[in-house]
Each structure stands twice: as structure tokens, then as C-alpha cells.
């Protein structure tokens, strides 16, 4: 009897999507707008889902309010009004997609939920662009 | 060649977290400002899915307003404008979560709906916290 | 070169529609299931503006931080998983229609905010019924 | 590590919902006002889904304005501000369901994405009543 | 004290953009694909305000429920689902623009809702095209 | 008979909120992380509105798509993917508050839209936290 339980947070960050692998010409040719070397930014919305059955005691699958704060310390509190490119550890090296913002915090999160639970990340880089991992 | 389809009403309830076995004080801890003794209220969405294969005639899987007839008879009728805890036969002894909401949902709907057809109960408690039953 | 610059806050709370002058039949018939002597709730959206003009060196009108802060210190903490017509000062003898709400609620913001800033509250009970006040 | 992007696009047009086979009677039977003679229509949304490992060189798993083009050459332009009745060659004797929108704009569009990507649709014809083909 | 009180209402309806008294050329010129014979069309979004003094023994400007019927029975039931030209007696020789659908529906709404009362009418052709009369 | 018509637009973009008359420290305590040196960002919406008589032949106060034209010529191509402090020419010595930024755009928009119409825009930063100029 698993049930899905989900939170919506939000962050407001700048980036730009940039192969250092690569030409200036290459980047702009592949990224478009989206290589602009003084970045650009979004307001992102990040929906972290957990599966699994209710604690019969609680009726809780997880505490809306735990999930929540866990995701806000590891995840939001590194990322928000920062820069992803220069501020944050996760896209020194690694091109900041929504694709692989998506599974660097997938990664961070797997290591503060519990094992027994499986984890989803959705990532809204726009209310039109959005992204699943894993996919379902 | 399966489509789902959903369809998404609304109702407007107070409730209380609140286990009846633990003392005032451990609702306290566990549930937070969800525990209130009197209450507090959420404008729930409730968007049901079924699966199926579209009906050749028709082009139908299932006919929404004929669904969406069904969802407010067995269920918003019984909860709309209501005390989940106090109000309904459904939450005497359980937890009114967002997870066991949708369950008990998801067993009503479970009765009235073509047991050909796939059922899934998805519920936002808040734009930011819902719930899905079964599991993706 | 006045600009508006408002803040949404939300909060969820039970209440009830009920004017103890009346008779439960005069009430019932008057504000039917909103009338429910077991409370019913919603999720409350409040967009608070404020008007003026930005200062030159900042370029605010306001920081809306600090009118969040505002909001939620002399509003949103009262009423906030609360049951407006027990657990609030405000709402003992005044019906706690979205109408009164909004004033209740602007008076007590016109406290705390800059007499030089006008002041509008909006208040939505449900995504389709809105109230406003002052009225433009 | 598959990852789901997703796009959404919008376009407006008007239909009936209509069986050619059957009596005009039948036809308002089961399709009631949807059978309108006259049309009615819709702001459809319309969610265009692709899973597939990210490319390690620009981390898209597809670049969403590629896949923002494919759509609206392919699907959007054939549609948006038609009758999807009489202007279009897809719904001369299928009937223009939400069910069936949805398969037919999934078989155009899958001509056109990579045979490695998955593909699914996802068509909003209101707010509350929308489809998914394939089911998830 | 006047407070505003506003509620929303939703249709789904066929039109076209078209002066009779031009060319075909001229309004294809003139209205581009919104001239299409054949129609399209639009979930359209209804937002009707109005302003003034809560009675004290309600907190009541209008009970919505009430404004609600009056939208549903004056307005919606003649245009929902129906072709905005052809179906109805408004627009046989008026353009159906946003503009144009506003202020027959607040003319229509005007005889009856309470001449104390001051009106508004908001009509959204999509979440990006909206107009409203009487202009703030 | 003034009708108001609006339409909205978007554009993603990189800010800090700074003075450059004021240290980093200053800076820092006023505008906190939103003074984040390596910039922040934001997925913009723009609402802009103008009022006036419809034009009896076509029913158009303005015709939206010429509307929609305008403001991205002007206004959303110079800002799109760009970093509001560097790469455009507004806000080298202004600060890009909100406030800043609906001012600067109103001003630009009003040299191509008919003197004759009165012209509104409308900023959201985030769906909590707008502004409006000139305020209602």
C-alpha cells in the first residue's frame, strides 16, 4: 500500500550552460542565449517526492515538515540567490542543465532520506521546461 | 494502446492530525500546529485518474463528466464544507493525512469505477504538499 | 512616480460563517454549509501592497522582506493552522466573512506600516472567490 | 540514469465531439453540449515528454528548443486557431476526444524524436480535464 | 468602508474575429488567424467584481454563492460550449473581442446585480490576453 | 467607454541589487543575499496594460499581437537571457529593483504606444513579490 508523498520548494539563482571543453563559438553555436558569459537566471521549483506506506501510528509516509527542512538545509540554502556556476561546488565542471541540476540533488537528497523510501526530483526551470529524476 | 485520463474537482474541510492513542503532548510533538484541537482547514484538489483503452465509438476512456459525477456523489458530497474528524465515518479512528485521505478515497472510488479501468487518487493538501495513491 | 510593490502570504485556518444574533435555522438558511457548526477551512492567499515612492537609494518602495516579516509577525502567526472564530481575538462577535477578514487584517497592517505608504489587502478565500478593501 | 524533459506548449482551437455514424439524437445523447453542431473550443496545453541518458558533453538529454521546434512545426502549426473538425486531415472521421488528440499528436511527433528517446503526451483540454497517452 | 468581492467563472466557447463589412481579404489582413471561417476557440476565464459596504449583520457585500448563480444563469449558460457568432444573439453583427464579450456581459450582468453596487467585469481569452471593463 | 486590455510577457535574467555609492558591507546589510556579487535570477513576468475606447470597426482597443510585438522588440530582447547589470544599457547606475525595472520599462514602452492610451505595466519578480507602475 505505498503512497507517494511530494513538497514543492523554490530558488532563485543564476546560470549559464557552458562546455569549458569547448570553443566560445562552440558554446554559443550548442547553448544559444543560454551560453550568455554574464549568466542569466530563473525561478526555479523543485518538487522532491518520496514513496513508501504510511507509519499506521502517524499516517505519515515522512513528515511533510521534515522532508521539507531537509531539503531547504541540503539542497536550497547552497543554491538559492547564488550563482550556479561560480557559487556552488556541484557545476565547477559539470554543465548546469536542468537535466543534471536534477541528479546532483537527487544525489544530495539520497544521502538524508531514509534508504527504505524511494526519492524522485522534479525540476522546473520554467513553468514550460521541466525536468524528472529518475524518470518514471 | 492505454490513455489515462483525469479529472480534478475541489472541496473546502477543516481537520486535526491527531492519534487518539498518544497523550495531548505527543500529538503535540509529533503533529505540531496540525495537532490544534480546534481545527484548522485546507481548499484540497483532488485530481482522479483512469486508465484504459479508449472506446472505439466513442473515443473515450471514460466519459469525465460521467466521472466527475461519480467523484462528487462518492465523495466531495460527504466532505465538502465539513470536519474531516468530526463530520465524516471516515476519520473517527484514522488520521486524517493527505495519505490516508487518499486511500480512503481511492476504496471509495475503487466501487464505482469499471474494475477494467486502472485507478489512481492524487491529492494536494497545499500547491506545495500532495499526495499520490498508488505509487507511481 | 508612485509604484505599488506587493507580498503573498498564505495561511490555512478552519472557520465558520455564523451571526450568534440568529436562530441555527436563520443561519443555515442565511450561510447554508458554510453555516457547519464543526467548521469547515481553506487555504488562505493575502497579497498585501503598499504604495509609494522608491527610494533613490535603495529603489524600494519598500523591502518586501521586511513587509513579509511585517505580515507574518502581526498576521500570519495569529491565524495560521488556527480556527479564526475560536482561537483569534478577532472574530468572536464579527463573522469571519472574506470581507471582514480583509479589514480585520488591514487594520491591524496600517499599524505597522509607514503612514506615508497607502495600503491594500486582497484576500482569496478560495482561487475564485477574492476579496479586496480598500475597494479600487 | 534516464532522466524526463519535458515541454509544454499551447494552442487554441476550436471542435465537436461527434460519431458520424450515429443519429444527430445519439450523438447528443453521449456527447451532450460537446456535440454542439456549432463548435466550442478550448486553450488546449499540450506537455511533450522525452527519456534518455543526458549527452556528457552538453548535458541535455534532448535541447527543449529543438524539441520546442519539432512541436510546433509538426503539431502546433497544423492546429493552433483551427477547427480540428474541418481544417485539419486528423479528425475528418476520428473523433476529436482528448484521448484521441493526444494519440494522434503522439504517433506525428514520434516520426520526428530520436526511436532511442521515450515519448509521451500529455494534453490539458481545461484545467481539470486532461489526458496522457501512453498511460504512465 | 467599501470592500470589493469578486468571482470567477469559466466557459468554453467557438469564435471568430470578423467585420462583416469587409472583404474576406480585409479581415484576414485585419485579424489574421482569428479570421479562420471555420473557428476556433478558447476556455475562457470570467471575473466579476463587486464593490461595496459589507452589511453588518453578514459580513456579506454580496453573498458569492448568489453572484455566482446570477453569472450562471445570465452569462455562462449562454455562451458555454456554444459558438460565439452563431449560438448567440450578442455577436451577429458585434465582433466577438475580448473587449467586445466584456462589456456585453457587463451590460447583461448590470440588470441584475443591485445598482448600489458597483461592477467590474474581467474576461481572460488565455492566461496572457486579458481585458477588463470598466478600465480601473 | 474604457476598456482595459492586457497582455503578458516573459524573460529570464541575472541581477544583483546594488549601490555602488555604498561599500560591500552596506550593500550587503540592506539588499542581503539579493547582493550576492555573482548575481542572481529570476524568470520575469511582465504584464502590460493599456486603456482606451475600442475602435468600432474591429472591437480592438490595441490589437494584442501588435501589443505583443512591441513589448518584445523593445523591451524583451534587450533583457532575455541577459544579465540585467551588465549587459543592458538601464541599469548601470540604477539599481534593478523591481520597482526600477517596471519604471524603466513604462518609460520605454510609452515613446511606441498611441499617447492616446493609457499605458500600465505590471513586474513580477517571483509569484509572491510585484510591482506595479503607475500604481492603481
Not at 543564476?14 to 558569459?37: I, M, Q, T, Y
Not at 526555479?44 to 499516517?59: A, D, I
Amino acid at each position: 500500500m505505498k503512497v507517494a508523498v511530494s513538497r514543492e520548494e523554490h530558488f532563485n539563482a543564476a546560470h549559464r550552460l557552458f562546455n569549458p571543453a569547448w570553443s566560445d563559438e562552440k558554446n554559443e553555436a550548442v547553448f544559444g542565449k543560454c551560453a550568455n558569459p554574464n549568466y542569466h537566471g530563473h525561478n526555479y521549483r523543485l518538487v522532491v517526492t518520496v514513496v513508501g506506506e504510511p507509519n499506521p501510528e502517524t499516517g505519515y509516509v515522512i513528515d511533510l515538515k521534515k522532508l521539507s527542512d531537509v531539503i531547504r538545509s541540503h539542497v536550497i540554502r547552497n543554491v538559492d540567490h547564488k550563482n550556479l556556476n561560480l557559487d556552488t561546488p556541484y557545476f565547477r565542471s559539470l554543465n548546469p542543465t536542468a537535466e543534471n541540476i536534477a541528479v546532483v540533488f537527487w544525489k544530495i537528497l539520497r544521502e538524508h532520506v531514509d534508504p527504505k523510501l524511494e526519492l524522485t526530483v522534479k525540476l522546473y526551470e520554467t513553468d514550460r521546461n521541466f525536468v524528472q529524476y529518475p524518470a518514471p
